[in-house]
């Protein structure tokens, strides 16, 4: 018998998979005093609290109001599906595909072009890290030069979202961003109502559903929240696909033969390593999990990493196989995604089909430019984070393309 894995210490940091399997199968219900949250850890329970209307997401406005402002994580009902029919459309079909996928492409190509002819790189903090930041910042018409300001605003929002253990100067930083962030964005936002362009900010102050529109705050907090949740976790999830692949060679080398496989490795990357692994939900009324009742009101923490290597659900679960049968990439990137990385339901990740887009161009593009890529020598990747988790450096080595 085990003690119930605590998820605030070291060795749950080491490695979360370790105890995630100790709580699927023996605590799959968790009361975390010190984190005032229920933790859960079965895929059936996890998906059940993404899909299911009585599993709200009210309990993320103390913990997003105070960096973000309000934002459509945390609002249900009538109020979410109006406020996200006003943002979801710049983040696929037409848009994203005419739009976005020229912008996606060159800030890729701008990005390799800084070290391709060197033969080495850090696929973290050479590309993963900047260029989803630098895609969202030129959909938006910023300047892209602020990448160093974007960057310190995002991993502080992050690091106040996964502030678990209360240090009070990383709730400070938080709080301090907010109005860094304000004090930048208001007055490009009030100058763009004012000459409006083809960027995606022209196109928020234009935005109306059912007479609603987006006032400067709302689509300030917007930005913000598109900032966190684009750039942390594609950059994960970049990082985290090349650390997946180069640890599997013979997966690696069917990549680079058919780059038609970069879909695939990549919904198996967000299952056995995603980026973001704990959401929060709150019932509004009782609710029986596995392992017992949850009170109305009360906060659960949704553990993704456990969902998604749920032996219930997936065979074979802790080995990494971009060929795996009952992973289902073909639906992926709607709200019958199965892995539960982007969540599901009515918060599914607006951004998906943009993630997709990202890493198709990214990887494609890096592989070109890397054509016997390896890890550089004697050197061994670790990830880091339990509330966002990926490698957080992948120095590699390649001869460079000519
Ligand atoms: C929502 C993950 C990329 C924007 C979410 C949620 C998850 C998630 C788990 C649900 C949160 C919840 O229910 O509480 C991811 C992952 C990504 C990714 C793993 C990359 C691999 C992006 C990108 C953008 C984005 C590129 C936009 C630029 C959003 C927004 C929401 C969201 C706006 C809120 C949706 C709502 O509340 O209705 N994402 N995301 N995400 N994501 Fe992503």
Redesign the pocket.
Known sequence: AHQAPDILSSTFAADPYAAYRIMRDEFPLIWHEPMQSYLISRYEDVERA?REPVFT?DN?DWQLEPVHGR???Q?SGRE?SVR?AL?APA?RGRTLDEQFLPVIERNARELIDGFRASGSADLVADFATRF?VNV?AD?LGLDKSDFEKFHGWYTSIIAFLGNLSQDAEVAEAGLRTREEFAAYMLPIIRERRENPGGDLLSTLCRAEVEGTRMSDEDIKA?CS??LA???E??D??IASIFKNLLAHPEQLSAVRADRGLIPRA?AET?RYS???HM???QPSEDVTLSGGVVPAGSTITCL?GAANRDGQRYADPETFDIFREDLATTTAFSAAADH????LG???????L??KA??EAGVGQLLDAMPDLRLQEGFTPAEQGVFTRGPDALPVEFTPAV
């Open positions: 993404f997401s993320y934002t459509i994580l609002m979410h996200r943002v983040f989803p969202i959909m917007f929240l598109l949740a684009g750039g976790t594609t994960k999830a990549f967000l995603p980026p973001v959401i929060m939900r993704i539960l990385a982007f969540a009515r918060h599914f990740c607006v951004g998906a943009l993630a990202e890493v």
